[in-house]
């Protein structure tokens, strides 16, 4: 006759932790990786040595379990603020990850009294689109040919949509 043993072990618990922090040139090396494998037309390691250097830019980065897996830059002016870039490790993508950043963004231009975000947009990012679509923005005109090359077709430029949110002066629960 044959008998088991039964060994219990204690189940392991992986902490999470995300953080959300000022952009600086240790982690423009994972940026500019992540950049790379997300886009066509990447941004030079020099634009986000740039813009990490103006003062009137936010610039996060998302770092999840100490690895940096995200970025938002944004330009401040006078009470807008326009999105230049945000960018998600693709291995991270569909985690949310967009939208907490985001919402950081939002939670510190609120702080500033900074009650509208624009950005634009590629015609044919179409995931882009949808996301900032998801999270509330809304497509306030086009910019013909605003882009100099399509990523399908380099001989031709590629239409530009201009999106744009309010930011509400106070947090609205399920609302950015
Ligand atoms: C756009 C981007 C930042 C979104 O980041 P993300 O972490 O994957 O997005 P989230 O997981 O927070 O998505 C939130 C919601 O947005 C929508 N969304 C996000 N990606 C989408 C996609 N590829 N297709 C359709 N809807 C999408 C969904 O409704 C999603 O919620 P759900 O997953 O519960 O359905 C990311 O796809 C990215 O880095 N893209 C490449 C860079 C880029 O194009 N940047 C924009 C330049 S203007």
């Known amino acids: ?26 982690e423009i090396p994972s940026v500019l990786s992540i950049e790379e494998r997300n886009s066509d037309y990447p941004w030079s390691q020099g634009q986000f040595t740039t813009s990490i250097e103006n003062s009137k830019n936010l610039c996060y980065c998302l770092n999840l379990n100490g690895q940096t897996i995200g970025y938002l830059i944004s330009m401040l002016a006078l009470d807008t603020a326009d999105i230049l870039n945000i960018g ?13 950043l985001l919402k950081h963004l939002i939670e510190e231009l609120r702080k500033r009294h900074i009650g509208e975000i624009l950005l634009e947009v590629r015609i044919g990012n179409k995931s882009a689109i949808q996301f900032y679509k998801k999270q509330g923005f809304k497509e306030i005109s086009v910019r013909n040919n605003y882009y100099m090359k399509n990523s399908k077709n380099q001989s031709q430029g590629e239409d530009g949509i201009i999106m744009s949110i309010k930011i509400p002066s106070k947090e609205i629960k399920n609302v950015l």
């Open 88 to 100: 998600i490790d693709p291995d991270f993508k569909r985690q949310g990850h967009g939208r907490a």
């Open 1 to 26: 006759m044959s008998s088991a043993i039964t060994i219990k072990t204690k189940p392991t618990i992986r902490r999470t932790s995300i953080s959300f922090n000022r952009l600086t040139s240790i």
